[in-house]
């Protein structure tokens, strides 16, 4: 045997036995959970530990003195500290976690309680019209709360590139200005898969602008750390729920070294504490496992998707097409997070996903969400996790080949 296909053979014992944690992929072989972007599903630690919870400790925290109540309060400060290492905090005292239902509401609780106490009149942010639409609409609406109290900023637009789905780092030095005190940026994006490079961002506007960063696709996924030599950027806002955690949960991690200290105002109320339990065995199970390990399996399957889809002719990828190409300096694996995202020539998007759902495909099948898409922008966006593997994708490819 190689020593490469040892390695591969190594990686999918490993890969069988974290698959068989899941039960409602192991439950349902005839089917292929294709759509983990949107939400993922749960290994069976993450079920114990609700469970365990609910049977052990469930009270509310931070306010009753008794037992159950201590061990709730212990369980929401633990998962603060837990979510700071999970992202390599390198200053876990200065930093902030807060609880939240998921990334909208992260961006949200952002601009509204942060944002709008930091601008003045004149002020200019710099935010995605093209990523996903939770990563829009609140500085929008910062901004018309901030035209309210008298307060006029201007919001101006992250530059693209041209159909690939990369902001176009070169021509932000036309929209950084003197004036520009904020940017919203994504690190993975949710139709392209594409790391979208927020060092340059960094690089762009220089050290003192927040930067916030949605990293709903990302945290989870593959390695996020926020040591300034990673990603110098001031927010990291994520969804536990994508990152195997249950619904309604997510988190707004802050640095607190630029601009006024991140403190959700006014009364919070019963936070989610059987999510947040959830979270922190979500959190221990990819720390035990290893983020770079699931990163590295789903951009094996990336990779094995895109080589497969770009030998039928009647598709097109979306995104980064340079990252596809046989001279690519990259492997379209490298650039591309476990999301793969594509048209076919002569089947509408959501005809193909009922079509795919027939053969036992979950898929997404629309606009997926993209700030300023309507319907006629619908794709299929296929979005993988530790749990998929190399015989779904085999037989996912073998289907969109009888349509070809
Ligand atoms: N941002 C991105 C990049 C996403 O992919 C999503 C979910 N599809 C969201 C924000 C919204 O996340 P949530 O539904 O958890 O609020």
Redesign the pocket.
């Known amino acids: 045997m190689s020593v490469e296909s040892a390695r591969r053979a190594e990686s999918v014992g490993w890969q069988r036995e974290l698959r068989e944690q899941f039960p409602i992929i192991t439950a349902h072989p005839e089917l292929a959970y294709f759509d983990s ?3 993922s599903q749960k290994p069976r630690a993450v079920l114990d530990a609700v469970h365990a919870y609910l049977t052990t400790a469930n009270a509310n925290a931070g306010r009753g003195t008794y037992p159950w109540a201590n061990r709730t309060t212990e369980l929401v400060e633990r998962t603060r500290q837990r979510v700071k290492e999970f992202l390599a905090d390198p200053e876990p005292r200065r930093s902030a976690v807060h609880f939240t ?7 949200r609780t952002v601009a509204r309680d942060w944002l709008t106490r930091y601008l003045t009149d004149g002020d200019e942010i710099l935010v995605p019209f093209a ?2 639409r ?2 829009l609409d609140p500085w929008l609406e910062a901004q018309r709360l901030l035209a309210d109290r008298g307060i006029g900023i201007g919001v101006r637009a992250l530059p693209y590139q041209t159909r690939s789905g990369d902001y176009d780092h070169r021509a932000l030095d036309d929209v950084v200005g003197p004036r520009t005190r904020f940017v919203a940026a ?1 690190h ?3 139709v392209y898969g594409g790391d979208m490079n927020v060092h340059r961002i960094r690089a762009a506007v220089g050290p003192d602008v927040p930067i916030c960063l ?1 990293a ?2 990302s945290v989870g996924h593959l390695p996020v750390s926020v040591a300034e030599s990673a990603l110098d950027v001031d927010f990291v806002v994520f ?1 536990g ?2 990152a195997l955690a249950l619904p309604g949960t ?1 988190a707004v991690w802050a640095r607190n070294a630029r601009g006024p200290v991140f403190e959700p105002g006014g009364w919070q109320g019963t936070p989610n504490t059987v999510g947040i339990a959830s979270l922190e065995a979500a959190l221990d199970w990819l720390g035990a496992v290893g983020t770079d390990r699931v990163a590295r399996w789903t951009g094996a399957l990336t990779a094995r998707l895109t080589e497969g889809l770009r030998h039928l002719t009647s598709y097109e990828i979306l995104g980064c097409q340079s990252s596809l190409g046989a001279g690519s300096a990259l492997p379209a694996a490298q650039r591309r997070h476990g999301i793969v995202t594509f048209r076919h020539h002569g089947i509408p998007s959501d005809d193909l996903g009922f079509i795919l759902f027939s053969y036992g495909f979950m898929v997404r099948a629309d606009s ?2 993209q700030a300023g898409a309507t319907a006629k922008d619908g794709s299929v966006r296929v979005s993988l996790h530790v749990y998929n593997t190399e015989a779904e994708i085999d037989r996912l490819l073998l289907v969109l080949a009888s349509l070809d």
């Open positions: 972007a949107a939400t239902s998921g990334t909208t509401e992260g961006l990523d996903h939770a990563n994504t993975v994006h949710h949605d709903a696709q969804s729920h994508k997510g997926l969400c």
